[in-house]
């Protein structure tokens, strides 16, 4: 077995709550309720609120709450729905290091197998830091073939060990898993988050589905290659894997303290530019930016910014993938929130024609600044000759410009208040920190 496996593999199995200090699992509970909001207000829209209702028709083991729908279902099927739901307003947190979305493969398989063999919270917590871990640290040390969507890929693996930890198995049961999961990875096709294909949606659901299957696989006797991260990593979804990055520092620096989170209703890829138009638009306040008046908009950006240049986007996802319309539709409603991304919205003829004004271009040296940075230049070119610039270097909301704590609270309350009511939405966030004071998370799930 090759070293790295080992290290990872005795790591995960011999980690206990009371070895993250308080930074740790404070970390893990704003992305425990951020998750949380982005699933339920996901929940709301029309395809995922179909989806439950097409898969109640199967029945099964009703153990695992449907967040934000009022459902309870078997581990597999509430799995497959949360993870699919918490992407779809793209509200979910991330890490820039890894270069996805860890806590929405995560998170949704915790909750699910969480529930069903009652875990404590502190078990929760765990398996959530842990699966966290070792999602990421694959994301760190390979690099996902450009043609591909990072959801579904290391979040699969992610998921396998979080039902692995909640599930208590020893060592050699934990490399037996993480191989079988690896195998189980998804052909994914980034077209699909520029074409629109809401498709895309559901491989973080998919990747939670898979971990544990996985896990059952293990426990019906199936085996998998002898390192199957660095096999699938390192020569099939990515060329190049590097095992010391799955290592390094591990257990004194955790990947979920280096997160970030979002307040954009939008492809994270947008949020510099739109941070540069917020700053623009704070220095116009006493004269709103009119669209009429504008002439043409320039954003330049890094390489993976500068492909979300689509001005004509065909539905809500494309558009969220899309830096015109992002920022046409803030221009124009005065912020980038969910109702900005709506349907309905995509259609507006005012957002369609600003966004037509809006050019996207990649400069070079910003590429160069990746991932620790990610810039972009936003120019507003008024007709009559006026221009304003603006540069951010840093997106906020990264550990670097971190939103504060009460920001990541309002942003919860604002997206599930209206499905919860203000003073359930408020008691969540307050169970969810205390939620190592609960035996049982089924009392911390009631609800939700």
């Known amino acids: 077995m090759p070293e790295y496996l080992d290290r990872i593999c005795d790591f995960v199995v011999k980690t ?28 709301q829209q029309n395809e995922p609120t179909e989806m ?69 919270g502190k078990e929760l917590l765990t398996a959530i830091i842990l699966g966290y871990e070792i999602a990421c640290r694959i994301g760190i040390a390979s690099k996902i073939r450009m043609t591909m969507h990072p959801h579904g890929t290391w979040g699969t693996i992610g998921a396998a060990v979080t039902v692995g930890k909640l599930m208590g198995i020893d060592v050699g049961q934990m490399k037996a898993l993480i191989n079988i999961s690896s195998s189980m990875t998804l052909a994914t096709s980034r077209k699909t988050m520029l074409e629109g294909g809401t498709v895309r949606n559901l491989y973080a659901g998919v990747s939670g589905y898979m971990g544990i299957l996985a896990y059952h696989l293990l426990m019906s006797g199936f085996t998998g290659e002898a390192d199957g ?137 910003f590429t160069q600044l990746m991932p620790s940075q990610r810039p972009s230049t936003v120019t507003i070119r008024f007709r009559n000759g006026e221009a304003f610039t603006e540069t951010v270097f840093i997106t906020r909301g990264d550990i670097e410009d971190p939103y504060s704590t009460e920001e990541i609270e309002e942003k919860f309350l604002d997206i599930t208040s209206p499905i919860y009511g203000m003073e359930k939405a408020k008691a969540i966030v307050e169970k969810t920190k205390r939620i190592e004071a609960f035996n049982n998370i089924q009392d911390y799930t009631d609800g939700l």
């Open 16 to 43: 206990d709550f009371k070895d993250f200090n308080a930074t740790v699992v404070e970390q893990a509970k704003k992305v425990l309720y951020d998750t949380i909001g982005a699933i339920a207000a996901g929940a």
């Open 52 to 120: 439950a209702n097409r898969l109640m028709a199967y029945g099964g083991h009703s153990t695992s709450t449907v967040v934000g729908q009022k459902k309870k279902m078997d581990p597999l099927n509430a799995v497959l729905i949360n993870g699919t739901a918490g992407t779809w307003l793209e509200l979910d947190e991330g890490n820039q290091f890894a270069r996805g979305h860890a806590g929405v493969h995560v998170v949704p398989a915790a909750l699910a197998i969480g529930e069903e063999r009652g875990a404590s």
């Open 229 to 365: 991260i660095r096999s699938v990593y390192g020569g099939v979804v990515s060329d190049s894997f590097d095992p010391a990055m799955m290592v390094e520092g591990i257990g004194s620096r955790y990947e979920i303290t280096r997160n970030y989170f979002k307040k954009y209703a939008c492809c994270r890829y947008n949020h510099s530019s739109l941070d540069a138009l917020y700053k623009i638009m704070g220095k116009q306040k006493e004269r709103k930016i009119r669209p009429e008046l504008v002439e043409h908009i320039t954003i330049e950006t890094y390489s993976l910014a500068a492909q979300l240049g689509d001005q004509n986007p065909g539905n809500m996802l494309a558009a969220k993938f899309s830096i015109p319309f992002a920022i046409a539709t803030t221009i124009i409603h005065g912020n980038s929130g969910v109702e900005c991304f709506l349907p309905d919205q995509v259609s507006q003829p005012k957002i369609r024609e600003l966004a037509a004004r809006v050019k996207v271009v990649e400069k070079p040296e």
